[in-house]
């Protein structure tokens, strides 16, 4: 869907090219972008965008999974809140920081009955459906739709505190994800693509990582990111 220009001018498409995407490169991305609605107005804009924003937000952005907050978006089997992921959320909520919700790559690329994904008769499982082919694309251009909103908040200043994800995930796991074969060490297909995303754009965000069925330690690990972005 293509989206409004802040500074006038025709809309800007979501679509990038599939090979610049695999690049990588952010400038590339932002060129793209930003050549379709330049105008002679827009570096006084972006000068005057320092005295923007002056009103109650916390111009600061925490990036969660998306099942923190709809817990419906789950494989079948996996959902133990009836919707937001309890104290966790809760948390997240309550502290005053923005909420980026990012989409549920398992649900918008296999499907919410999503199960086993078969290669010639074989089992692959979610992490590598999403890690080749038709789902891959669709998995990176999420990510890119991500970085989208993360470039801007940056461009004004406005301070990404962490990305939250869930051990054990295939798509979300931060430190362990899920293999066909059972859960090893690695990230999830998903954030293994933002992370590299956002490291090529020179960005040194924190992750931290809930875990289901040991909420009560995961959940101080995130309240601890909310903690130190509350001091800052």
């Known amino acids: 869907m293509p989206l409004a220009s802040p500074f006038g001018g025709r809309p800007v498409s979501r679509s990038v090219d599939e090979d610049k995407m695999r690049q990588g490169t952010c400038a590339v991305l ?5 050549d379709q609605f330049w105008n002679p107005t827009r570096d006084s804009w972006l000068e005057e965008s320092d005295s923007m924003f002056d009103d109650q937000r916390s111009k600061k952005v925490i990036l969660v999974l998306h099942c923190l907050l709809n817990q419906n978006a789950r494989i079948d089997g996996c959902a133990y809140f009836p919707g937001a992921m309890g104290e966790a959320a809760r948390a997240v909520v309550d502290s005053g ?5 990012m989409p549920c790559p398992e649900l918008q690329c296999l499907g919410l009955d999503r199960s086993g994904r078969m290669r010639d ?34 461009k004004h200043r406005f301070q990404i505190i962490g990305v939250v994800g869930n051990d054990g995930s295939p798509a979300c796991g931060v430190a362990s994800t899920h293999y066909v074969d059972g859960e090893r060490a690695g990230a999830g297909a998903f954030m293994k693509m933002l992370r590299e995303e956002l490291k090529r754009c020179g960005l040194d965000i924190p ?24 001091e800052a």
């Open 97 to 101: 920081v923005g909420i980026l919700q």
């Open 207 to 230: 992750f931290v990582a809930l875990r289901d069925h040991d909420w009560v330690e995961r959940t101080t690990r995130v309240k601890a990111l909310l903690e130190t972005a509350a």
């Open 30 to 34: 932002l060129l793209d972008s930003f």
């Open 121 to 154: 008769g074989t089992d692959i499982g979610i992490r590598e459906a999403l890690l080749e082919g038709e789902g891959e694309k669709a998995c990176r251009n999420l990510v890119a739709q991500v970085m989208d909103v993360v470039r801007e908040y940056q």
